[in-house]
């Protein structure tokens, strides 16, 4: 079996891997040939924290696997990041474990690479402003690899803690890219794409805020009770998820299915499809799209499954063998 550290992570897969790792498992979904099995994720009460395991199989590309992870509140204070994620990876054939990927590197980059395919495909193609919400760990994935896939010439920041985004800030000065901190509502209304990416509980995003031809990617909402934007913004979009059963009972649609408003029937389908070229994206520069992200297992298997090939041909510093039969 192959362990692969968070340091040998961040040097076996760059962000055009990531991009294209998620976009095999779009492609996969797609032609059905991955099982994303049942999402575990509770809460460890009687604390806030929260742990998961997504687990699932691509039977035509030999990948099986888990990832095991999940939100430590406290871990800032720790000096460790508060999402801690772990994959393990199957040779289908037998069982038997082949790979244990570190994946807090790994999990911010699918993240990413996912919200970049669905801009890709999704938002107009003249789009120049990027507003972002939420400044924590994942956030400079996003940015990233938002202006990847759109040359981005303004972002907007929005954040309770804006002294975490030195980074963000920085990465915008490098790249020539005019960004500056404001309000939610101003981000939102200047914004040609909006990214969420916090972990409310209440609305932060009103419909009013939100300009025809808007694309917003909702990356914030994972688990039972989270919620980012009013319901009215997902019953007036043309909503796109990566899978329908997690995104109605974890995703974003969660509350907006709760109140009647949204169903599988009512919202565009998955971008899986679009990304297979099987379904629509956007249809006129004025709808507002919406795409409702919450972590496919085959995403995290795919990527953590990239890491495991590459590191199989180039020995690399931090990547090692070890015989659990020894």
């Not at 025809?212 to 007036?236: F, N, R, S, V, Y």
Request: proline share 4%.
């Amino acid at each position: 079996m192959i362990v692969i550290t968070e340091n040998a992570a961040r040097r076996l897969v760059d962000p055009s891997d990531a991009i294209d790792a998620v976009e095999f498992a779009f492609k996969e979904v797609a032609r059905h040939q991955v099982l994303n099995f049942p999402i575990v994720r509770e809460r460890l009460v009687p604390s806030p924290d929260v742990y998961g395991i997504k687990s699932g199989v691509a039977t035509g590309a030999n990948i099986l696997g888990l990832k095991i992870g999940g939100y430590w509140n406290s871990n800032i204070a720790r000096k460790l990041t508060n999402h801690q994620s772990t994959t393990v990876l199957s040779d289908p054939a037998t069982g038997r474990p082949i790979a244990l990927v570190a994946s807090n590197y790994l999990t911010g980059l699918r993240t990413a690479a996912a919200c970049a395919l669905a801009i890709k495909h999704l938002a107009r193609a003249d789009a120049t402003i990027l507003g972002l919400i939420g400044t924590g760990a994942q956030s400079l994935f996003h940015l990233e690899l938002a202006c990847m896939a759109r040359p981005f010439k303004h972002v907007f920041f929005n954040s309770l803690h804006p002294e975490h985004a030195a980074d963000l800030l920085a990465w915008c000065v490098h790249m020539n890219i005019d960004a500056k901190f404001d309000n939610a509502e101003t981000v939102a209304r200047n914004a040609d794409v909006l990214i969420t990416l916090t972990p409310s509980k209440t609305p932060i995003v009103k419909h009013d805020w939100i300009r025809p031809g808007t694309h917003i990617c909702a990356m914030g909402a994972d688990t039972a009770g989270k919620q980012e934007l009013e319901i009215a913004i997902m019953a007036g979009a043309r909503v796109y998820v990566d899978d329908w059963k997690q995104a109605s009972t974890i995703g974003e649609s969660q509350s907006a299915v709760r109140a009647g408003l949204l169903d599988e029937a009512s919202i565009a389908g998955s971008l899986c499809n679009v990304v297979a070229g099987s379904l629509l994206g956007r249809q006129t520069r004025q709808e507002v799209t919406v795409f409702d992200s919450t972590g496919m297992a085959i995403q995290d298997l795919a990527i953590a499954h990239r890491a495991y090939e590459t590191a199989r041909h180039e020995p690399s510093e931090g990547v090692y063998v070890i015989d659990l039969l020894g």
